[in-house]
Every structure is written in structure tokens, then in C-alpha cells.
């Protein structure tokens, strides 16, 4: 059985950092593709970044590009989210998600909160 777990998550001021972790299990992960996405309240998931995988290429979302960092450790199954120069804007439930490509995911992490505050 796949399953992915979050961390990282938590309060912090607009300008600080946090890195979140998603620990995949079940299954190796080093040929698909692991992605981040994010829900605010009220608002649809949006996607964040992503890691393609073999051929480890990376994507971002524009609001994000220069501030935040996708990385994997396939080794550990783990999938990693640096996240710089916070913004209010950036709070919201972060999910990890693993799939066969960059915009396809079946599997999905239960979340972690991220909250920054002006």
C-alpha cells in the first residue's frame, strides 16, 4: 500500500523559511514524478513544483520560481520542499503527490498547514 506523509509544516513570519518533507512508502518512487501542490481556504489546489523524475527536470509555478526549492533523496523515498522568502500569500495546506509524469499524479499525501503571517 502507497502512502505518502508530510512534515515540515507550521507558522512562520512573511520573509522566514521551512522545508517540508513527503515521505513515500510502499513502493520506489525513483522513476516517477513528485510533486507539491498547495489549497488555500476558499481557493482550488493549485500546483507548486515538481520533479519529473529519471530525468529529475524540475517545474515550478511562476509565484514561486526563485524561492522555493523541489528536491528528492531517492534513496529515502523523499521528496523535499524548500521554501525561501515566504510570503502571506504562500499559506496554505501544502499536499505531496507522486505520479508516472510532471502533470500526473494518482497518490497523495493527507497535507501539512503552512500559515505566514505579515
Known amino acids: 500500500q502507497v502512502q505518502l506523509v508530510e512534515s515540515g509544516g507550521g507558522l512562520v513570519q512573511a520573509g522566514g523559511s521551512l522545508r517540508l518533507s513527503c515521505a513515500a512508502s510502499?513502493?520506489?518512487?525513483?522513476?516517477?514524478?513528485m510533486g507539491w501542490f498547495r489549497q488555500a481556504p476558499g481557493k482550488e489546489r493549485e500546483f507548486v513544483a515538481a520533479?519529473?523524475?529519471?530525468?529529475?527536470?524540475?517545474y515550478y509555478r511562476d509565484s514561486v520560481k526563485g524561492r522555493f526549492t523541489i528536491s528528492r533523496d531517492n534513496a529515502k523515498n523523499t521528496v523535499y520542499l524548500q521554501m525561501n522568502s515566504l510570503k502571506p500569500e504562500d499559506t496554505a495546506v501544502y499536499y505531496c503527490?507522486?505520479?508516472?509524469?510532471?502533470?500526473?499524479?494518482?497518490?497523495w499525501g493527507q497535507g501539512t498547514q503552512v500559515t505566514v503571517s505579515s
Open positions: 520533479d519529473s523524475g529519471s530525468i529529475s527536470n524540475t
Open positions: 510502499g513502493r520506489t518512487f525513483s522513476r516517477y514524478a
Open positions: 503527490a507522486v505520479g508516472p509524469g510532471w502533470r500526473t499524479y494518482n497518490y
